[in-house]
């Protein structure tokens, strides 16, 4: 009781600080919550989407933040619509035509992922923050494979809604995500979905966010760790580890289209991709591949089935090295011949 009654709101604060500085942003602007997951449906149900509107997605987004939009617009007799983008892609204006080509006069929501989940793409979010910004729609960036891969700046990028976990590449523990909002949409999200006291009396909400503090007794040790995960990274440079896990996951990409001889979805440059990347397998049946890669080789990689056919997508970190790729190729031959 002593941590919770005396403790946890000001370790809460100084958490969501250092978070801030992270990816640059005023803090008041910043709301912490378990994961991504829940700040996406908290976004969904706090954004006034009305009937005959419609939220621009594309086909890369992760499939779950579909799912809770289409949940969201059935409720309200809205719509979800798509920008086709083209594969592969060679240009970032590809991306941004794309959306701008989609998007109509009821379209209410861009949603876009900073880093694609199911092709490991790092989209184009700053020219689709400035079209989305010249057309008058709000723009929402999911972000969960964001921080750390790439530098944060949400004051340069400048959309309405960011939205992130910090347990994929930040490292901290599950349970540590965040929903970033822009003070023109502070307003919206002052209605919780799961409303308790927000701060304990006798202190009051002074800020949309703290509304999300106390949501009922709970573990918030994931969240409260968020700055020694910083920490830990500050001090191993964060460029340098970023330069690291670029060169080994251009390794990796590069071995995997040697051994299957098929292509990648983006160009082989920083830009288009950073620790992750993805390619193409065979033609063909792929949906056991990533169980018997498991089983012969201990090894965990997704198999993800995208617009007909089975990509790899391969994790580069700081615990990952070049042997570890190698043992990665050599389980895929041997898996792909049984």
Same mark, same amino acid.
């Given at each position: /009781?002593?941590?919770?009654?005396?403790? /946890?709101?000001?370790?809460?604060?100084?958490?969501?600080?250092?978070?801030?500085?992270?990816?640059?942003?005023?803090?008041?602007?910043? $709301?912490?919550?378990?994961?991504?997951?829940?700040?996406?449906?908290?976004?969904?149900?706090?954004?006034?989407?009305?009937?005959?509107?419609?939220?621009?997605?594309?086909?890369?987004?992760?499939?779950?933040?579909?799912? =809770?939009?289409?949940?969201?617009?059935?409720?309200?007799?809205?719509? #979800?619509?798509?920008?086709?983008?083209?594969?592969?892609?060679?240009?970032? /204006?590809?991306?941004?035509?794309?959306?701008?080509?989609?998007?109509?006069?009821?379209?209410?929501?861009?949603?876009?992922?900073?880093?694609?989940?199911?092709?490991?793409?790092?989209?184009?979010?700053?020219?689709?923050?400035?079209?989305? $910004?010249?057309?008058?729609?709000?723009?929402?960036?999911?972000?969960?494979?964001?921080?750390?891969?790439?530098?944060?700046?949400?004051?340069?990028?400048?959309?309405?809604?960011?939205?992130?976990?910090?347990?994929?590449?930040?490292?901290?523990?599950?349970?540590?995500?965040?929903?970033?909002?822009?003070?023109?949409?502070?307003?919206?999200?002052?209605?919780?979905?799961?409303?308790?006291?927000?701060?304990?009396?006798?202190?009051?909400?002074?800020?949309?966010?703290?509304?999300?503090?106390?949501?009922?007794?709970?573990?918030?040790?994931?969240?409260?760790?968020?700055?020694?995960?910083?920490?830990?990274?500050?001090?191993?440079?964060?460029?340098?580890?970023?330069?690291?896990?670029?060169?080994?996951?251009?390794?990796?990409?590069?071995?995997?289209?040697?051994?299957?001889?098929?292509?990648?979805?983006?160009?082989?440059?920083?830009?288009?991709?950073? /620790?992750?990347?993805?390619?193409?397998?065979?033609?063909?049946?792929?949906?056991?591949?990533?169980?018997?890669?498991?089983?012969?080789?201990? #090894?965990?990689?997704?198999?993800?089935?995208?617009?007909?056919?089975?990509?790899?997508?391969?994790?580069?970190?700081?615990?990952?090295?070049?042997?570890? =790729?190698?043992?990665?190729?050599?389980?895929?031959?041997?898996?792909?011949?049984?």
């Amino acid at each position: /009781m002593d941590f919770y009654l005396r403790q /946890m709101e000001s370790a809460w604060f100084d958490a969501q600080h250092q978070l801030a500085r992270w990816i640059d942003c005023d803090s008041s602007c910043l $709301a912490l919550f378990e994961n991504a997951t829940q700040a996406m449906n908290q976004l969904a149900y706090s954004f006034p989407l009305k009937r005959g509107q419609q939220v621009l997605l594309n086909p890369h987004e992760y499939g779950v933040v579909r799912s =809770i939009w289409e949940r969201r617009c059935q409720e309200v007799g809205a719509s #979800i619509i798509d920008a086709h983008l083209p594969l592969p892609l060679d240009d970032p /204006m590809q991306v941004v035509d794309a959306y701008r080509r989609a998007h109509t006069e009821h379209t209410a929501l861009w949603i876009a992922s900073h880093i694609t989940s199911p092709t490991a793409i790092t989209l184009p979010v700053e020219r689709l923050s400035r079209e989305a $910004a010249s057309l008058g729609v709000p723009l929402a960036i999911d972000g969960p494979h964001a921080p750390l891969q790439v530098p944060l700046s949400l004051r340069q990028l400048d959309c309405d809604f960011y939205l992130a976990s910090c347990h994929k590449w930040l490292s901290a523990p599950l349970g540590s995500g965040f929903l970033f909002a822009n003070p023109r949409w502070h307003h919206a999200l002052d209605k919780p979905l799961c409303l308790s006291w927000g701060r304990l009396k006798p202190r009051q909400v002074e800020n949309w966010s703290d509304h999300y503090l106390w949501t009922g007794t709970r573990d918030v040790s994931p969240l409260l760790t968020i700055p020694t995960a910083i920490d830990w990274f500050h001090q191993r440079d964060p460029d340098a580890v970023r330069i690291r896990n670029h060169d080994l996951a251009q390794f990796a990409r590069q071995t995997l289209l040697d051994l299957l001889k098929t292509s990648a979805l983006v160009p082989d440059a920083p830009q288009w991709y950073s /620790m992750m990347a993805a390619v193409w397998l065979p033609k063909g049946d792929h949906r056991s591949l990533q169980q018997e890669l498991w089983r012969l080789g201990r #090894i965990e990689v997704p198999i993800v089935e995208f617009q007909g056919r089975h990509l790899i997508r391969v994790s580069c970190h700081l615990y990952n090295d070049q042997e570890d =790729i190698l043992h990665l190729a050599r389980t895929l031959q041997k898996a792909l011949k049984t």
